[in-house]
């Protein structure tokens, strides 16, 4: 018994540890603080039978086939997301390898000067 005392006193002395800890620096730490502080609130209180059915529904959704689903589908849209724009970053620069190649094939033909180009002048 004097165990099991000292291990639930350990326990409270460790939260009491957790709970003096300095405020984050950024408010998404501080944010992510507070998070953590209700997610150890809930698990004490189903632990103990004094959850409410709030509480107790919203970890039951968690864990079914449609919140994995759910999940899934808005890692692939993060992903088409960054591929929409690692393709948009690659046509910009494909574009400029080809404005590059035309400038280059200009200055190999002879036409060196731009204002006789930009005034339709023949060369």
Known sequence: MAKTVRKS???????????????AQTIEGREN????LA?????????NGTASSQIIT?????GTTR?????KRIEQDIKLSE??????????HVEELYAKAIDAMRS?????DDER??????I
């Open 67 to 71: 919140e994995l689903l759910e999940k």
């Open 117 to 122: 180009i930009d005034n339709g002048e023949d």
């Open 39 to 47: 997610v150890d609130l809930a698990e004490e209180q189903l632990r």
């Open 108 to 112: 190999y033909s002879g036409l060196f």
């Open 58 to 62: 919203h970890y039951l959704r968690l």
């Open 9 to 23: 006193s350990k326990s409270a002395s460790q939260k009491s540890e957790k709970r003096h800890e300095p405020p």
């Open 33 to 36: 603080q507070m998070i953590a």
């Open 83 to 92: 591929a929409k724009t690692e393709a948009m970053e690659s046509a910009k």
